[in-house]
């Protein structure tokens, strides 16, 4: 008194319902870590530019310090000449005013060289943010590819399911006491 045997087609909806779970699974799962994916690399996202803003403004109040300092400089060699050529009463003139261009020019280019270092330092700033934000950019897993993939997993391992059962019954010669085994239909 045995069951009727799985058909083929059975056989076939078994491991077409084992593929759509399997796949239909994957898909869900995949989206859901493609979603947690990009949110945490949209968080770093703007960690790597709020950082990069903090540098890029300490970066320029160092430049301010250091030009204000150059000037100082500048100002104070100054004024030591001016006191220096009263002093001995050579005058304004001559040597004096040599000098006086020469504190100029070095004042001036003392300026231009923390000005420099300023664009240097924010184009190294900026390059290394761009790199962080590339580094964050990952492709994501194809939600599709990983159905397809995991619902050929799942045909298979339907069909295996299928063959097992009927493997149990002796496919040809089925038990009697075994509840079910697979038939072929021709």
């Known amino acids: 008194m045995g069951a009727e045997p799985i058909s083929l087609t059975t056989a076939l909806i078994i491991a077409g319902a084992s593929a759509a779970v399997s796949g239909g699974t994957a898909i869900t799962s995949t989206v859901l870590q493609n979603r947690a994916q990009q949110e945490a690399a949209d968080a770093q996202s703007a960690l790597a530019r709020q950082q990069a803003r903090q540098l890029m403004t300490v970066a320029q109040q160092k430049a301010q310090i250091e030009r204000g300092k150059k000037?100082?400089?500048?100002?104070?060699v100054r004024s030591r000449?001016?006191?220096?050529?009263?002093?001995?009463?050579?005058?304004y003139g001559g040597t004096?005013?040599?000098l006086m261009r020469q504190i100029d020019f070095d004042a001036s280019s003392n300026v231009a060289i923390v000005e420099?270092?300023?664009?240097?330092?924010l184009s190294s700033i900026r390059l290394g943010e761009a790199s962080q934000l590339a580094s964050?950019?990952?492709?994501?897993?194809?939600?599709?590819?990983?159905?397809?993939?995991?619902?050929?997993?799942?045909f298979s391992t339907g069909l295996s399911i299928a063959s097992a059962a009927g493997s149990?019954?002796?496919?040809d010669n089925p038990a009697p006491e075994a509840p079910f085994h697979i038939r072929r239909v021709e």
Do not use: C, K
């Open 71 to 76: 000037i100082n400089e500048g100002n104070l």
């Open 81 to 91: 000449l001016r006191v220096a050529a009263g002093e001995s009463g050579i005058g």
């Open 96 to 98: 004096f005013e040599a």
């Open 116 to 121: 420099q270092n300023l664009s240097n330092r």
């Open 136 to 154: 964050l950019t990952a492709i994501p897993d194809s939600p599709i590819l990983a159905g397809l993939s995991s619902g050929v997993q799942g």
């Open 168 to 171: 149990l019954q002796g496919a």
